[in-house]
Structures are given as structure tokens and as C-alpha cells.
């Protein structure tokens, strides 16, 4: 299965405990990959030692079901081959969106991947909104 289209599908189950690295991890395994590139006989770069901020746009899409988010996100249903699509994107992490449609509280996890090497027409379209059933448990 290709990443990006797994990697849609995942941050679209909440039941899936999130994959955050503690700050404690993240500082080691950043100590060994710096560790590494110092042995590496290349000019042209430099290490740093900076942490990487998240883009703030990111932020929502990253955090698992939005952490408070207003709804359980869905798989965006409509696949992108023919009909128009309209909706507006409220996050975004690499080519993972997390999009609403007009007219409604629910929240799509939309692959973005899928658009490649497709025309894309900008504009005022609307998908349809599909019948969704939020979790009984």
C-alpha cells in the first residue's frame, strides 16, 4: 500500500493510538544521526543542533483526531477520477489534508497524493456531503 495513501487512512482512525515520539527519544536519536553525518567524509553541509517546529498549519493534522477536534475525522469518500470536488482545508501535513464541507460539522481526512498528475481547476464546486455515522462506542 503506498505510504501516502496508509498514511490518510491512519490519521482518519481515531482508534489508533498516536505515533508521537517523547521529546527524550527525539533528542537521541537526533544525537545519533548527527553522530553519523560528523563521520561522513563531505563538504558542502553543516550539522546543526535545532529542534524542528512544526509548521503551524500542520499542527491540527498531526494530533490524533484533531485532540479536540470538533467531530471523529472520515476517509474523504468521493474518489478523485471524474465530478467535481469542493471543500476547504483546515490542515495540512505533507499531502494529508484535513478538509470540511460546506454546510457541515464532519471532517475528511483527504489524500492529496491522489492528485497528482491530474488537472486541477480551481473554483466554486461542492462535493456531495456523504451519509456518515459517528462511533456508537
Known sequence: MPTVLRSGRLAADPRLPPRRPGPALNRRLAAEVRDLLSRVP???FGIVDEPWLRPGLAEVA???NGAGARTARHPYPHGFDSGDHGFGIAS???SCAV???AGTDLEFIVNLGL???RTVLLGEYKSDVPAVQESLF
Open 42 to 44: 563531505a563538504d558542502g
Open 62 to 64: 498531526c494530533l490524533p
Open 92 to 94: 495540512l501535513s505533507g
Open 99 to 101: 478538509a470540511g464541507l
Open 115 to 117: 492528485l497528482k498528475a
